[in-house]
Protein backbone atom coordinates (compact mmCIF):
# COMPACT_ATOMS: atom_id res chain seq x y z
CA UNK A 1 0.00 0.00 0.00
CA UNK A 2 1.43 3.44 -1.30
CA UNK A 3 1.14 6.81 0.68
CA UNK A 4 -1.17 7.66 -2.55
CA UNK A 5 -3.66 5.32 -1.81
CA UNK A 6 -2.62 2.69 -4.88
CA UNK A 7 -1.56 -0.87 -4.57
CA UNK A 8 1.61 -2.86 -5.88
CA UNK A 9 2.20 -6.76 -5.52
CA UNK A 10 3.99 -9.78 -6.46
CA UNK A 11 4.47 -13.09 -5.61
CA UNK A 12 2.42 -16.24 -6.57
CA UNK A 13 -0.80 -15.20 -8.71
CA UNK A 14 -2.22 -18.62 -9.79
CA UNK A 15 -5.86 -17.08 -8.95
CA UNK A 16 -5.23 -13.87 -9.79
CA UNK A 17 -4.40 -12.88 -6.33
CA UNK A 18 -2.51 -10.08 -7.23
CA UNK A 19 -4.86 -7.79 -9.19
CA UNK A 20 -2.94 -7.01 -11.86
CA UNK A 21 -5.09 -8.69 -14.39
CA UNK A 22 -3.09 -11.81 -15.16
CA UNK A 23 -2.82 -15.15 -13.71
CA UNK A 24 1.45 -14.74 -13.63
CA UNK A 25 3.37 -15.48 -10.99
CA UNK A 26 5.31 -12.07 -10.30
CA UNK A 27 9.03 -11.24 -9.06
CA UNK A 28 9.26 -7.90 -9.13
CA UNK A 29 5.89 -5.70 -7.65
CA UNK A 30 3.59 -4.77 -10.42
CA UNK A 31 0.32 -2.23 -10.28
CA UNK A 32 -2.64 -3.70 -8.92
CA UNK A 33 -5.40 -2.73 -11.59
CA UNK A 34 -8.50 -0.14 -11.24
CA UNK A 35 -8.19 0.70 -8.09
CA UNK A 36 -7.39 3.75 -5.66
CA UNK A 37 -7.84 5.30 -2.60
CA UNK A 38 -7.10 2.16 -0.52
CA UNK A 39 -7.27 2.98 3.45
CA UNK A 40 -6.24 -1.13 3.71
CA UNK A 41 -6.14 -4.25 2.82
CA UNK A 42 -5.69 -7.83 3.85
CA UNK A 43 -4.16 -10.43 1.85
CA UNK A 44 -5.88 -14.26 1.92
CA UNK A 45 -4.22 -17.56 0.56
CA UNK A 46 -5.78 -17.16 -2.79
CA UNK A 47 -7.70 -13.71 -2.49
CA UNK A 48 -7.32 -10.04 -1.73
CA UNK A 49 -9.35 -7.91 -0.27
CA UNK A 50 -9.03 -4.07 0.18
CA UNK A 51 -11.12 -1.04 1.44
CA UNK A 52 -11.06 2.02 0.03
CA UNK A 53 -11.11 5.69 1.61
CA UNK A 54 -14.87 5.74 1.24
CA UNK A 55 -15.60 2.24 3.08
CA UNK A 56 -16.02 0.19 0.08
CA UNK A 57 -15.02 -3.07 -0.27
CA UNK A 58 -13.28 -4.47 -2.95
CA UNK A 59 -11.94 -8.09 -3.24
CA UNK A 60 -9.29 -10.06 -6.55
CA UNK A 61 -8.23 -13.74 -6.97
CA UNK A 62 -10.26 -16.56 -6.12
CA UNK A 63 -13.78 -16.12 -5.34
CA UNK A 64 -15.54 -19.79 -5.87
CA UNK A 65 -16.58 -19.73 -2.30
CA UNK A 66 -17.84 -16.53 -2.19
CA UNK A 67 -14.77 -14.89 -0.33
CA UNK A 68 -14.59 -11.62 -2.96
CA UNK A 69 -17.73 -10.98 -1.07
CA UNK A 70 -20.19 -10.00 -3.73
CA UNK A 71 -23.18 -11.76 -4.99
CA UNK A 72 -21.49 -14.21 -6.95
CA UNK A 73 -19.00 -16.40 -6.50
CA UNK A 74 -16.51 -15.82 -9.53
CA UNK A 75 -13.15 -15.32 -9.50
CA UNK A 76 -11.75 -12.09 -10.83
CA UNK A 77 -7.78 -11.06 -11.67
CA UNK A 78 -8.58 -7.25 -11.46
CA UNK A 79 -10.28 -5.72 -7.86
CA UNK A 80 -13.77 -6.06 -8.23
CA UNK A 81 -16.23 -3.94 -6.09
CA UNK A 82 -18.97 -5.98 -3.50
CA UNK A 83 -22.13 -5.34 -4.17
CA UNK A 84 -22.76 -6.37 -0.71
CA UNK A 85 -21.55 -4.36 1.80
CA UNK A 86 -20.64 -0.76 2.36
CA UNK A 87 -19.54 1.29 4.98
CA UNK A 88 -16.67 -1.36 6.04
CA UNK A 89 -14.45 -0.30 8.81
CA UNK A 90 -12.73 -3.73 9.29
CA UNK A 91 -11.39 -6.72 6.71
CA UNK A 92 -9.41 -9.93 7.37
CA UNK A 93 -8.79 -12.01 4.45
CA UNK A 94 -7.81 -15.92 5.03
CA UNK A 95 -7.73 -19.44 3.73
CA UNK A 96 -10.88 -19.85 1.71
CA UNK A 97 -12.70 -17.43 3.57
CA UNK A 98 -13.25 -13.70 4.41
CA UNK A 99 -14.51 -11.45 6.82
CA UNK A 100 -15.51 -7.56 6.75
CA UNK A 101 -16.79 -5.05 9.54
CA UNK A 102 -19.50 -2.95 9.21
CA UNK A 103 -19.92 0.60 10.07
CA UNK A 104 -22.83 -0.15 12.31
CA UNK A 105 -20.28 -2.96 14.36
CA UNK A 106 -21.58 -6.25 12.34
CA UNK A 107 -19.38 -8.99 11.31
CA UNK A 108 -20.04 -10.46 8.21
CA UNK A 109 -18.22 -13.70 6.64
CA UNK A 110 -18.04 -15.35 3.50
CA UNK A 111 -16.53 -18.71 2.74
CA UNK A 112 -16.26 -22.38 2.73
CA UNK A 113 -17.42 -22.91 6.41
CA UNK A 114 -15.62 -25.76 8.07
CA UNK A 115 -16.64 -24.30 11.19
CA UNK A 116 -14.22 -20.78 10.70
CA UNK A 117 -17.11 -18.20 9.87
CA UNK A 118 -18.81 -19.49 13.21
CA UNK A 119 -22.14 -21.11 12.75
CA UNK A 120 -23.02 -24.60 14.41
CA UNK A 121 -22.34 -26.96 11.17
CA UNK A 122 -20.08 -27.79 8.49
CA UNK A 123 -22.01 -25.11 5.87
CA UNK A 124 -19.68 -26.37 2.94
CA UNK A 125 -18.76 -24.32 0.17
CA UNK A 126 -21.02 -21.08 -0.81
CA UNK A 127 -21.64 -20.38 1.98
CA UNK A 128 -22.35 -16.33 2.83
CA UNK A 129 -23.43 -15.69 6.55
CA UNK A 130 -25.19 -12.09 7.32
CA UNK A 131 -24.23 -10.69 10.41
CA UNK A 132 -23.84 -11.34 13.52
CA UNK A 133 -20.95 -14.14 12.60
CA UNK A 134 -21.17 -15.08 16.03
CA UNK A 135 -24.96 -17.05 16.50
CA UNK A 136 -25.70 -15.71 20.13
CA UNK A 137 -24.39 -12.16 20.09
CA UNK A 138 -25.57 -8.90 18.11
CA UNK A 139 -23.16 -7.27 20.06
CA UNK A 140 -21.35 -4.79 18.00
CA UNK A 141 -17.61 -5.70 17.68
CA UNK A 142 -14.37 -3.92 18.42
CA UNK A 143 -11.66 -6.26 16.83
CA UNK A 144 -10.78 -10.05 15.35
CA UNK A 145 -8.61 -11.83 14.31
CA UNK A 146 -8.14 -14.92 11.80
CA UNK A 147 -5.57 -17.64 10.36
CA UNK A 148 -5.36 -19.85 8.28
CA UNK A 149 -7.52 -22.31 10.32
CA UNK A 150 -9.15 -20.68 13.48
CA UNK A 151 -11.12 -17.22 13.50
CA UNK A 152 -11.30 -14.96 16.83
CA UNK A 153 -14.30 -12.76 16.39
CA UNK A 154 -14.15 -9.28 18.43
CA UNK A 155 -14.13 -9.36 22.13
CA UNK A 156 -16.97 -8.95 24.63
CA UNK A 157 -16.83 -7.24 28.12
CA UNK A 158 -15.46 -10.48 30.17
CA UNK A 159 -16.47 -13.14 27.21
CA UNK A 160 -14.39 -14.20 24.16
CA UNK A 161 -15.63 -16.72 21.46
CA UNK A 162 -13.19 -18.37 18.90
CA UNK A 163 -14.09 -21.48 16.41
CA UNK A 164 -11.51 -23.34 14.26
CA UNK A 165 -11.65 -26.07 11.22
CA UNK A 166 -11.42 -28.77 14.82
CA UNK A 167 -14.12 -26.97 17.18
CA UNK A 168 -16.95 -25.25 16.59
CA UNK A 169 -17.84 -21.86 18.47
CA UNK A 170 -15.89 -21.70 22.08
Not at 1 to 29: C, I
Not at 115 to 135: H, K, L, M, Q, W
Amino acid sequence: LKSDGSLMAWGQNSTGQLGDGTNTDRAAPVAVSGIGQVAFLSAGVTHTLAVRTDGSLWGWGDGQYGTLMGSTRASSNVPVQSDRLSDVIAIAAGDSLSFAVTRDGLVWGAGYDTYRIGINADGGPNTFISPPVSPRSRKKSVASAMSRRATLPPPRPRKRRCWSSSAPAH
